[in-house]
């Protein structure tokens, strides 16, 4: 009798660790689990980040072209200026030749 006793005791023992150990790998599990969402979060942040940098070199490249197209339609616009200034003058010497014929006429 004590010793049927004895063998569930000693059964119920085992049950009892059996369940301790699966608790604790169901515990192990759920971290793993944790750390892998954990990982799919900072790989998508990586993204992100990756998507954000490369935007922000197609804007500074925008940026950069949009000085190179300002500069140039500042030359553009110096050399009509004195394109118009060499029209300007051009008049000027012509008038100027005019009026000193008349004068020796």
């Known amino acids: 009798m004590l010793q ?8 119920l023992q085992r049950l009892y660790q059996l369940a301790n150990q699966l608790a604790h790998q169901y515990l ?5 689990a944790h750390q892998y969402l954990q990982a799919n979060q900072l ?3 990586y993204l ?3 998507q954000l940098a490369h935007q922000y070199l197609q804007v500074n490249q925008l940026q ?9 339609a500042h030359q553009y616009l110096q050399v009509n200026q ?7 003058a051009n ?3 012509h008038q100027y030749l005019q009026a000193n014929q008349l004068q020796h006429q």
């Open 4 to 11: 049927h006793q004895y063998l569930q005791v000693n059964q």
């Open 28 to 32: 192990q599990a759920n971290q793993l």
């Open 43 to 45: 790989a998508h942040q």
């Open 48 to 50: 992100q980040a990756n």
């Open 64 to 72: 950069r072209l949009y000085q190179l197209a300002n500069q140039q």
């Open 82 to 88: 004195l394109q118009h200034l060499y029209q300007l």
């Open 91 to 93: 008049q000027l010497a």
